[in-house]
């Protein structure tokens, strides 16, 4: 093993070829003897010595304190006092210098030995706490993740690099000022603290966890930390390890609602196909019966009867071909759509009593437009293509549905609930059973079968003003009592 090598520092030459004599006899090298703090200075720098022994009082311009505080600070090489002084404010100067060790003369070879070994080891031990603390800073300061150690329990914090700091919006310096109340969110803090305390305590609690901090400037960021125990400058402390999960929290609720929405269409779809199906169903049915008979007819030569069930065929095909109309009308809503544009409620009603003109003339009912729709023309943003087809089917079933009323009349119009704006349209004809006011919004629902129409035009209707973000309902006493379409629109950018 390499000898210990010393550089001894001392004016007087017969201590210092008394020191070198014991120095070599315990087994360690004596470099040279130097006794000025100028010389001391010049060969720590050239030969490197793993210890000095210093002399404080030399004859020159330096005395040993000074040229031990030059000798550490600028080559790293520990320095033991040997002296025969040791008043109080010789060591209190001394004590600056941070010295290794310190032997008062005389002393014994004993004393020599143990004062070396023990001030190697500790710059031994110092080095290794500083090599340590020079890797844990250009790991934390090259972390993509916010480093911060609490101390106490109060969680005052002594350290923070650089991406802690961003994350939280504040400087670094300015972290080291913080404690843990002044970063984590108001609801969450008080259960960090109490996870600070018991772990400083040496609990075992979860490592990883998810919590809200709030930033310098007032924005709360969502978390995921984990912390641990450890020692900070010899004192028990937690580190905290974490990174800012915005944008995972983000996606995760993007994610779930989509699941949601994406369920159900799913069972939207379900139902539809289910319904679609059934009703398509019936005309082929229809269809295969009639065939059958006309084949039969054909053998027997009875053409009558052969015209008969062609005419039912026809009939057939014809409901058939509505169907797979009103389905594709109804399944184009929200998927073919106008660019939304304000449009006048006043206007779309009067054009849907334009177009129906023929129907209403021709059953003799009375329309009107409530004043509430005409006199601030009702202005809303949508799709007005759409808008116009909701009350067109609303009216043309408000005179369909008359009934034997002998004065059929409709008001279509617009009145305030609350806060809400519900448009309607009023009739007093034939009236709809309570039981019934959902289910005639499905699709293929005709709560009359021997009615003309297919049962698709509420089902539409209930689609658009969906699409618009309102609700559809039904008001009617009962039978007889006439009925009350409403309807709320909910669209961004409203008029
Ligand atoms: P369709 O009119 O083609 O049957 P809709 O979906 O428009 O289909 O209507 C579904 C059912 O709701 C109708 O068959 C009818 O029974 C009932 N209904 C709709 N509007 C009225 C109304 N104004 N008065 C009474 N019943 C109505």
Redesign the pocket.
């Known amino acids: 093993m390499k000898e210990t090598t010393v550089l001894v520092v001392e004016d007087e030459a017969i201590v210092a070829h008394d020191l070198q004599q014991t120095l070599e006899y315990l087994g360690y090298e004596v470099l040279t003897i130097v006794a000025s703090g100028e010389e001391a200075i010049q060969e720590a720098a050239q030969l490197q010595p793993d210890l000095a022994l210093m002399d404080i009082v030399l004859q020159t311009d330096m005395d040993g304190i000074e040229t031990a505080a030059q000798i550490r600070q600028r080559f790293d090489i520990p320095v033991i006092f040997v002296t025969a002084f040791a008043d109080d404010e010789v060591l209190e100067r001394a004590k600056i210098t941070e010295p290794f060790g310190y032997i008062v003369k005389p002393f014994d070879e004993k004393e020599l030995h143990v004062n070396i070994q023990m001030a190697l080891y500790k710059h031994e031990m110092e080095k290794k706490l500083k090599e340590s603390e020079e890797s844990f800073r250009t790991l934390a300061e090259n972390a993509n993740d916010g480093i911060l150690i609490g101390m106490d329990k109060e969680g005052a914090h002594a350290f923070a690099n650089q991406r802690a700091a961003e994350i939280m919006g504040y400087s670094v310096a300015e972290l080291l000022e913080t404690s843990i109340k002044d970063l984590v969110h108001p609801e969450h803090v008080d259960k960090m603290q109490q996870r600070y305390r018991q772990r400083l305590e040496g609990k075992t609690l979860p490592k990883q966890y998810e919590t809200l901090i709030v930033r310098k400037d007032g924005q709360s960021v969502p978390i995921e930390l984990t912390a641990s125990k450890t020692v900070w400058q010899g004192q028990p402390a937690n580190i905290v390890i974490f990174r800012d999960i915005t944008q995972r929290v983000q996606a995760e609720q993007e994610r779930d609602s989509l699941i949601a929405e994406l369920g159900a269409k799913n069972t939207e779809l379900e139902n539809f196909t289910r319904t679609v199906s059934h009703d398509l169903k019936s005309p082929l049915v229809t269809i295969q019966g009639f065939l059958n008979l006309l084949m039969q007819n054909v053998a027997d030569g009875n053409t009558e009867q052969a015209e008969s069930s062609a005419a039912y065929i026809f009939e057939a095909v014809e409901k058939m071909r509505q169907l797979l109309d009103e389905l594709l009308k109804l399944s184009r809503i929200g998927h073919v759509v106008n660019p939304p544009e304000q449009v006048s409620m006043d206007d779309l009603a009067r054009e849907a009593v334009d177009t129906l003109m023929g129907q209403i003339e021709e059953r003799g009912a009375r329309v009107a437009i409530g004043p509430t729709l005409q006199d601030n023309k009702a202005l809303v943003y949508g799709d007005r293509v759409r808008l116009r087809e909701v009350w067109e ?2 009216l043309g ?2 005179v ?2 008359m009934g034997a009323q002998p004065d059929p009349r409709v008001e279509l119009g617009l009145r305030r609930d609350g806060d809400e704006t519900v448009f309607y ?1 009023r ?1 007093n ?4 059973d309570p039981r ?1 006011h959902d289910k ?2 499905g699709l293929f ?4 079968p021997t ?9 539409i ?1 209930k689609r658009i003003i969906e699409v618009h973000g309102g609700r559809v309902w ?1 008001e ?1 006493e009962g039978e007889g009592q006439g ?1 009350v ?1 409403c309807f709320t629109m909910n669209i961004e950018g409203k008029a």
């Open positions: 089917n609303l079933n408000a369909k549905y349209v009739d004809g034939i009236g709809i019934f005639i919004f629902d005709k709560l009359d009615t003309e129409g297919v049962g698709v035009g509420l089902a209707v039904a009617s009925s379409f």
